[in-house]
């Protein structure tokens, strides 16, 4: 939305409006251009406002990994190991290794090469921690207003740093740059300065890190306000009361597959039409399980979706608490199934209770490669959304017959 969106409002909110804009802009000093506030902030106040009254949603929230999925760097929230002997990653070429080290001013990178006898090495302070560490983190660094994506990631299931994820493996680049579609996934903000589409360039000072109530409740503001001075208007989002699609679209901004912003993709707010924002994902007609995949489109592939007018993500998710429990998560199936309905029920009976999503919804190997690490591969594996019958060769762990 653009700042001038306010002219239709009353004089005093265009002259918060401008106020507000005139800051960023001296903010982001000579280099910024009209473009740099596409997104119109004045509307919302951050999590903290949310804590005072929402208290038991904001602290089953604050472990979640949506809040956790961006973090500023520290001992804690650095899933990798600087303690000496394990702080180092070596490369398939025998004359490039990576060091990471903390140190008094930061937690560091080092890519240390000895090509033709001379020791050249380059560091990069870890700047921004991207990934709660449910599988694995990346890290981001400023050079000036810019940011890139670091050489080397964490991976949770080896419990090691390894290459990042589509690098190879022998090489140290730097120079991979971030631009906005991958913090609109990760972040609540980031004021970009230039095309907040395809720059690299922010107001180091705007990140707004985690996901927070905002992103998908739109701007809290006015709720807050009427709220505190005990008005009876709610002016806030509840997914739950709009139409199922665009209940949908609001996880589908980040969990629609990668889709290509058509604006600043901050600038989008939960009960608009998501593909005014983005274009649809093109990655083809059938969907495949992966970490940056596409749960909506498989989803909806399934006829528990196509034909139940009402199911939605919320069905089986509560994104206020952590979800890691498919036996809890298996119980949302009997809200609309009867588990003597399974064709499985007659030769495992209750078995099958707490085990529907591990044998109709199950956890496969992502087809992309996330690392190459020494030779081995390693690939992540995911929940497939597309809820059918498969074939037992395709389910992970089955429960055994009586
Ligand atoms: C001063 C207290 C207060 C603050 C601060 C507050 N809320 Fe609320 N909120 C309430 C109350 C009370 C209700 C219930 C209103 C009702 O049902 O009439 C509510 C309702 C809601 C609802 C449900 C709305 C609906 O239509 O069902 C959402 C969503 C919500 N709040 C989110 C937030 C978020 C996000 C924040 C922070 C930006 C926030 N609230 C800050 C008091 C507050
Ligand atoms: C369209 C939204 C989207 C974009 C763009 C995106 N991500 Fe993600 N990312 C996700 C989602 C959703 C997950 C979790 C998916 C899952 O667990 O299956 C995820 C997972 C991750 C993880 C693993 C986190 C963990 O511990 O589970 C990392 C690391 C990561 N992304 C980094 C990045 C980086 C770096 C970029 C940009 C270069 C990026 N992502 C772009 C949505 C996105
Ligand atoms: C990832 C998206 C997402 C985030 C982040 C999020 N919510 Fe929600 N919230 C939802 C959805 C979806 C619903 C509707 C759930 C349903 O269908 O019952 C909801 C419902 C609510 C409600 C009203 C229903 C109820 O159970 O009382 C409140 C209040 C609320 N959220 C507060 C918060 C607060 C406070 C935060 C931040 C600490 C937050 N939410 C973060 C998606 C989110
Ligand atoms: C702003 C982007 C964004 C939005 C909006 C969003 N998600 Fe996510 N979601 C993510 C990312 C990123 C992750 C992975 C975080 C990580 O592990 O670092 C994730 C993780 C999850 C997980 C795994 C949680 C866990 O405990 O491991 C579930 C389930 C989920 N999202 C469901 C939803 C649903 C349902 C909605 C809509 C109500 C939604 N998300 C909206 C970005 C988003
Ligand atoms: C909101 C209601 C609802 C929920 C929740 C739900 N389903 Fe369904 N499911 C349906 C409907 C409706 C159909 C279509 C019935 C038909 O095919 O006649 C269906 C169809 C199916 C089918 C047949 C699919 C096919 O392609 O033939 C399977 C298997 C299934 N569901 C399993 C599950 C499992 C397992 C869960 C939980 C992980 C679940 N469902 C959750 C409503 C639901
Ligand atoms: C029928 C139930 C059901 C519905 C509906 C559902 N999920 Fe899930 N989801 C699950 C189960 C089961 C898991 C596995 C939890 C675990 O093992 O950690 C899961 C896990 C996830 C994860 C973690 C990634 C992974 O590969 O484990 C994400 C992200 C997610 N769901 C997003 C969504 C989104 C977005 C929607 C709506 C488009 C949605 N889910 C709808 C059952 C459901
Ligand atoms: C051991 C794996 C397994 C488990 C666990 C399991 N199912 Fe099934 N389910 C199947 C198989 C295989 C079929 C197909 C049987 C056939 O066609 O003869 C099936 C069929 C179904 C169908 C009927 C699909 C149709 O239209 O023909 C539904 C509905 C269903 N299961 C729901 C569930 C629910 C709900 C649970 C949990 C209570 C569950 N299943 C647990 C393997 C399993």
Request: overall charge positive; charged content about 20%.
């Amino acid at each position: 939305m653009s700042p001038w969106c306010g002219r239709q409002i009353f004089a005093g909110a265009l002259f918060i409006v401008l106020a507000l804009n005139a800051d960023l802009l001296l903010l982001a000093g000579p280099q910024s251009d009209a473009s740099t506030t596409s997104t119109n902030r004045q509307n919302y106040t951050g999590d903290k406002a949310c804590r005072a009254c929402h208290s038991e949603k904001a602290a089953s929230y604050s472990t979640t990994a949506h809040r956790l999925t961006s973090q500023a760097p520290t001992k804690e929230s650095i899933l990798g190991s600087f303690a000496e002997g394990k702080n180092v990653l070596k490369t398939s070429n025998p004359n490039l290794y990576f060091r990471m080290d903390a140190k008094p001013d930061g937690f560091y990178q080092t890519s240390v090469s000895a090509s033709s006898g001379v020791d050249s090495s380059r560091s990069e302070r870890m700047d921004v921690v991207v990934g709660s560490g449910r599988r694995g983190q990346t890290y981001l660094y400023w050079k000036g207003d810019q940011l890139f994506q670091l050489p080397v990631s964490y991976w949770t299931d080896l419990a090691a740093w390894i290459n990042s994820p589509g690098y190879r493996d022998g090489d140290a680049n730097f120079e991979k740059r971030v631009i906005p579609d991958c913090l609109g996934c990760h972040l609540s903000y980031a004021a970009a300065v230039g095309s907040p589409i395809s720059s690299n360039r922010y107001m180091p000072e705007s990140l707004v890190l985690g996901i927070s109530c905002e992103r998908c409740h739109g701007p809290g503001r006015q709720h807050v306000g009427a709220m505190t001075d005990e008005k009876s208007a709610v002016n806030i989002i509840n997914p739950a009361k709009l139409t199922r699609d665009r209940q949908i679209d609001v996880c589908a901004q980040c969990h629609g597959g990668l889709r290509t912003p058509r604006k600043d993709p901050f600038s989008y707010v939960p009960g608009e039409l998501l593909d005014k924002s983005f274009r649809p994902d093109d990655s083809g007609p059938a969907p495949t399980t992966d970490v940056h995949g596409n749960q909506v489109a498989l989803l909806q592939l399934s006829r528990c979706y196509q034909f139940s007018p009402n199911m939605s993500c919320s069905t089986c998710h509560d994104v206020h608490q952590t979800q890691r429990d498919p036996v809890a998560i298996s119980g949302r199936c009997l809200t609309c199934h009867r588990a003597e309905a399974c064709g499985e029920f007659p030769k495992r009976r209750e078995k099958i209770l707490g085990n529907c999503a591990n044998c109709h919804m199950p956890v496969q190997a992502s087809n992309v490669i996330i690392s190459s690490l020494k030779g081995m591969q390693a690939r992540e594996l995911v929940r497939n959304h597309w809820i059918r019958v498969y074939p037992a060769s395709r389910i992970d762990s089955l429960p055994p017959p009586n």
